[in-house]
């Protein structure tokens, strides 16, 4: 009877075998396969936009404190961001002439505290008395417009009529009218004649 249970059991056992070893090749194969990969979140797809955008902003006593245009604002909702194409910013001053920024692109902060210009920055102020127009001309160009702040931290000429200045970076502010220059600055200054800015 022995012998009749060995030999049922001897046939049976290559096949016990193959199963174990058809597991173990699986649970191997599982084991060194790389990680699925994690789901990738949606793309930051644009929930509207807007053309031929033209927007104003008034101060506490109603005065115009500044304007934006564009040809096109597309909003970003993942980000809560603003893209800009061809953007026109002006700032007020009070008792100042408006100072116009333009530039390719930009984008905006979904509070609208932060406005980053890039791509041919423009900033010109219009000639005021004795002062003759001046256009300012970088890369890039972080404006906080309740700040009336604008500066970078690159490359950056200034001209007016008897002056070209190249700086490192720059800050200026539209309401008291300073401008810091920093870095390395350089400038070209004429005596007489008058030369219009770009």
Known sequence: MARGINERFGGWFPLVLLAVLAALTFWLDHVVQPPAPRPQAPPNEPDYFVEGLSAMRMDRNGRLKHTLEAKRMTHFPQDDLTVLVAPRFVAYGEGHVPVTITSKHARMSGNGEDVYFEDD????????????????????????????????????TIRDATAVVVASGLELNSETRVLELQGRVRGTFEASGARSGR
Do not use: Q
Request: charged share 30%.
């Open 121 to 156: 920055v423009r900033v010109v102020r219009a000639p005021e008395g004795k002062l003759s127009e001046l256009v300012l001309e970088t890369s890039y160009l972080h404006v906080i417009p309740d700040d009336n702040i604008a500066k970078t931290d690159r490359p950056v």
